[in-house]
């Protein structure tokens, strides 16, 4: 991650980033770090969900040779699970 917590003397807390050497942010509470740290989380994967997406709609494969179509989804389901249950997620999927 980077970051370190750290406890201060007056008992609330810095971050400290081992990027740049330095503290980033001090005198916090529990709950503003869990804060901070949600929002940088969100980020990610807000970056991550785009690169998927954008991938897909290129039709490219962003996870390699594991990327299933629509049909191969609908065929892992078939085989692991049932042909009830495949139909229920289609019907599912294509009434919206």
């Given at each position: 991650?980077?970051?370190?917590?750290?406890?201060?003397?007056?008992?609330?807390?810095?971050?400290?980033?081992?990027?740049?050497?330095?503290?980033?942010?001090?005198?916090?509470?529990?709950?503003?770090?869990?804060?901070v740290?949600?929002?940088?989380?969100?980020?990610?994967?807000?970056?991550?969900?785009?690169?998927?997406?954008?991938?897909l709609?290129k039709?490219?494969?962003?996870?390699?040779?594991?990327?299933?179509?629509?049909?191969?989804?609908?065929?892992?389901?078939?085989?692991?699970?049932?042909?009830?249950?495949?139909?229920?997620?289609?019907?599912?999927?294509?009434?919206?």
């Amino acid at each position: 991650m980077g970051q370190q917590i750290i406890k201060q003397p007056n008992g609330k807390y810095c971050l400290f980033s081992s990027v740049v050497d330095n503290v980033t942010y001090y005198d916090m509470t529990k709950e503003e770090i869990v804060e901070v740290w949600t929002e940088k989380a969100k980020k990610d994967f807000e970056e991550k969900v785009n690169d998927i997406v954008s991938k897909l709609d290129k039709g490219e494969k962003p996870y390699f040779q594991f990327t299933l179509g629509y049909e191969e989804m609908l065929q892992t389901i078939l085989e692991v699970h049932s042909a009830d249950e495949m139909q229920n997620i289609k019907s599912t999927i294509e009434s919206e």
